[in-house]
């Protein structure tokens, strides 16, 4: 259980890592003009956020004994 809690703690903080940098992506593609586009990467980084909530609900349930 000590490997499956470090790995979905490792892709948790990966995964929170990545939607950062796509929000970053966002910011530089709407001050290029590309608003449209960064209102659809925007949309995407929100379904990150939302997978990355699950992903650490599960943890919290791992860290607890629960799973």
């Given amino acids: 259980m000590a490997k ?15 939607a950062g940098e796509l929000g970053e992506l966002a910011h530089k ?5 590309l608003g449209a586009a960064a209102d659809v990467l925007i949309s995407g980084v929100k379904d990150f956020d939302r997978g990355n909530e699950k992903l650490a609900q599960a943890l919290e349930l ?6």
């Fill in 4 to 18: 499956t809690r470090a790995l979905l703690e490792y892709m948790l903080g990966h995964n929170r890592d990545h």
């Fill in 29 to 33: 593609l709407r001050h290029a003009g």
């Fill in 62 to 67: 791992i860290k607890g004994g629960k799973a």
